[in-house]
């Protein structure tokens, strides 16, 4: 084979990746480029001693192979002070930097703290007031509720350039993981749960969210568009999304979450205010009991037997605790004992 053929089967990789966008390594979200940052620099101090490893293992190789007579051998060699310094100091040096920059980038990235800054030297102004969407993962499909504009919509969501996105996630039925890598890190949906996602998108344009957790045989078409647009063009994509027409009530949502597969965009031009919180809590039947209202319940019916009968040990106390605790959650966040209180008055 010529040096020519050779030098080019080594360039046919790259030819190929030439038309590719790598999101991971050039994100157009600040939460996500801070983590894809934490990921090159970490990735690049480790290579600091895997590289001059792999170089000495090919060196050691050559200089002490059985043909070689010139090169010294000492039977009766067994330390080398300077030797173990840097077999030891250099790994330990490099587990610390990284330990560290990874410990520190993970609180700065964490997905439930909210944002301080959209860019780099851009921080939040005091007037902003982040996007808030509630997400919900179906089968195989994502809606998604706009509460400050009272909209609805499925498989599509927007968001404007520089303003903070504040995500409430939970699932229908089963666990899934909510992924924009242009956007931020993944993270995960799960039934009766709440998980919380913090970010903001930099750079207009159109980018693809989808489903990064297994959950059936059509998870692979639980994809949608995300699109990043200035505030003007967002107004109007939401005042189109109003236009649509179509509300998402409790008939209207039954037949949403039932299984379908690749599930085109569509919008709801209003819905019921307490869907997304009847979701969270499992009550979206009437004949279903919320799962407040039954926390609720059971830290009074505990405080009744703590008062009545102090030595009672129908519950370990750590239940106890976190039934009271979860109890006073609900009602330190304004959530009524059962969602569908609110809609009564």
């Known amino acids: 084979m010529t040096v020519k053929r050779l030098r080019g089967l ?11 966008h790598l999101a991971l390594l050039d994100p157009s979200g600040d939460i ?8 090159l620099v970490t990735t690049g101090i480790t290579l600091l001693i895997v590289v001059p490893v792999l170089v000495a293992i090919g060196v050691i190789a050559w200089r002490y192979r059985a043909s070689n ?24 040096l490099i587990i610390i930097a990284v330990g560290a920059i990874t410990w520190i980038g993970t609180h700065q990235v964490d997905p ?6 959209v860019a780099p030297g851009k921080p939040v102004a005091a007037d902003v007031k982040p996007l808030e969407v509630d997400v919900v993962s179906l089968r195989w499909k994502w809606l998604f509720f706009y509460p ?48 919380m996602l913090h970010a903001v998108i930099n750079k207009p344009g159109q980018y693809q ?53 690749d599930v085109p965009a569509r919008a709801f031009g209003s819905f019921e205010p307490d869907l997304f ?18 926390m609720s319940g059971d830290a009074m019916q505990d405080m009744h037997n703590d008062n009545a009968a102090p030595t009672d040990a129908a519950k370990p106390d750590g239940m106890q605790a976190m039934a009271k605790s979860q109890a006073a959650l609900f009602v330190a966040h304004g959530q009524p004992a059962d969602p569908r209180a609110s809609a009564k008055h």
């Open 10 to 20: 080594l360039l046919l990789p790259l030819v190929l990746l030439s038309g590719c």
């Open 209 to 261: 969210g989808f489903s990064a957790n297994y959950s059936g045989e059509g998870f692979t078409d639980m994809r949608f568009t995300f699109d990043g647009m200035s505030q003007q063009d967002f107004d109007s994509w939401i005042a189109k999304a109003r236009a649509s027409g179509g509300t998402l009530d409790l008939q209207a949502y039954e037949q949403l979450r039932q299984p379908e597969r």
């Open 277 to 294: 919180t009847r979701i969270l809590e499992r009550c979206i039947d009437a004949s279903q009991t919320c799962m407040s209202q039954t």
């Open 112 to 117: 439930y703290r909210p944002l301080s800054r």
């Open 148 to 195: 400050q504009y009272g909209i609805a919509t499925v498989n599509q969501l927007a968001a404007p350039v520089d303003r903070p996105i504040q995500f409430k996630l939970t699932s229908d039925e089963m666990m899934d993981a909510f992924s924009i890598p242009e956007l931020a890190g993944m993270i995960y949906t799960m039934p009766g749960m709440q998980t």
């Open 69 to 92: 007579k010139q090169a010294h051998y000492d039977a009766h060699w067994d330390h080398s002070p300077s030797l173990e310094l840097l077999v030891w100091a250099a790994p330990l």
């Open 32 to 39: 996500a480029r801070q983590q894809s940052d934490i990921m």
